[in-house]
């Protein structure tokens, strides 16, 4: 078995050759025994994998790369201990939801063997509800697609600096006008929420759209159902609020128009699911109102797609004004707390207000609130407290 292995591994570490390291790879501890790194599909988990095992000063054979996607084994633990019997040191488990029971066979490895085990998976990976607690023994870091800072600096082959949220809000006009100054922001902007929050843009652009739809019906059509309970006569139904969601205006959704609209009748915690398993797969980012708490069966503030990148691949008519605010909120809530606002159109880190709104937005519905700002569309240097929108995409 480990001779199998060893020779799929041996061709994933020629075929990535991708030499660009994601923000997170600075950002990630290595140390502890158990690592689990779950995000959507397409934002690069496989790839920081083979990097980091590649880079890993040992010898080939005391670092193994398993993808429960291509090989079928029986049991992890048993393939880990002879892993172990013969000195093996680090072991990565790519594509774990794809095993079945993968929490327990996690849970004996982590208990009987001295293994660095790393694991990959799914959004829609619950860790913290895992049969075999493994909430108490892994540490779990989330990734996300390319911020706008990481697009630019693939396309144009350099480094740069990303900005904490608090430099942003108190020196926009010097950051923007030093960033002006060297790229032409506004046509990668454009490329980028068409086409740049996923990685593998830059493997074959031309066929980008087509590979990111076919991309999110296998991660509805089978990642949704390989972890949740879900009937597969209820993938229709998924695709279809996906169509839904994509088509409307940010503002606070009609529940029973989606009922209506899915075929549903009166089923609202079919409906409240069904939002929980796409928000969970990252394919909707489903936000509710810091009042409302965050049971899945309250109702959202809004409703939005993961990415702007979904819009031009899922749907064929989008709002302006959804693509603006589906962009901020993918780049805030990587860091920040994010959520809907009685003024305004969000309310980060329990602190700031945002407006978002196009080059001639006005203060007029948050005037009188405290740390408030306008974030434009359409605008390359802002003043005072009008921020360009472009350049939350530098916050990671």
Not at 205 to 220: A, F, G, M, P, Q
Not at 222 to 229: A, E, L, R, T
Not at 373 to 387: A, C, M, Q, R, T
Request: glycine share 4%; with cysteine.
């Amino acid at each position: 078995m480990l001779d199998e292995i060893r020779d799929f591994q041996r061709k994933i570490f020629s075929k990535h050759n991708f030499t660009y390291k994601r923000y997170f790879y600075y950002k990630i501890n290595l140390k502890p025994k158990l690592i689990g790194i779950v995000g959507a599909r397409g934002v690069g988990k496989t790839t920081f994998l083979v990097q980091y095992l590649k880079e890993l000063d040992l010898p080939f054979s005391q670092k193994l790369y398993i993808s429960a996607d291509a090989i079928t084994i029986p049991s992890l633990f048993e393939v880990a201990e002879i892993f172990a019997k013969e000195d093996g040191k680090v072991l990565i488990i790519d594509e774990i939801h794809k095993y079945q029971n993968f929490e327990l066979e996690l849970k004996k490895i982590y208990d009987i063997l001295d293994l660095k085990v790393i694991f990959s998976g799914s959004s829609a990976l619950q860790i913290d509800n895992a049969k075999a607690d493994l909430s108490r023994r892994a540490i779990v870091y989330h990734f996300e697609g390319l911020s706008f800072r990481e697009f630019i600096e693939l396309n144009n082959d350099v480094k740069l600096s990303a900005f904490s949220l608090e430099q942003i809000l108190s020196d926009h006009v010097n950051i923007a006008y030093d960033l002006l100054d060297k790229f032409n922001l506004r046509l990668s902007y454009k490329e980028y929420i068409q086409s740049g929050y996923y990685p593998f843009y830059f493997e074959d652009k031309e066929s980008y759209l087509l590979r990111l739809h076919e991309t999110i019906n296998t991660v509805i059509e089978i990642d949704i159902p390989s972890v949740f309970p879900i009937e597969y006569s209820n993938v229709v139904n998924l695709k279809k609020l996906v169509r839904l969601v994509c088509q409307s205006l940010p503002f606070t959704p009609n529940i029973q128009e989606l009922l209506v609209k899915m075929d549903m009748k009166e089923n609202y915690k079919g409906l409240y699911r069904f939002l929980e398993y796409l928000h969970k797969a990252k394919v909707l980012h489903v936000m509710r109102a810091k009042t409302k708490g965050d049971s899945i069966f309250t109702k959202p503030e809004k409703i939005y797609l993961s990415n702007t990148n979904l819009h031009y691949a899922y749907c064929h008519e989008f709002e302006i004004g959804t693509i603006r605010e589906t962009f901020f909120a993918s780049m805030l809530r990587v860091e920040h707390s994010l959520v809907g606002a009685k003024k305004g159109d969000f309310f980060v880190d329990d602190t700031y207000t945002f407006e978002i709104g196009g080059k001639s937005k006005k203060y007029k519905q948050i005037q009188d609130l405290p740390n408030s700002f306008i974030v434009s569309d359409d605008l390359e240097i802002g003043s005072g407290n009008k921020i360009p929108l472009w350049l939350f995409g530098f916050l990671y």
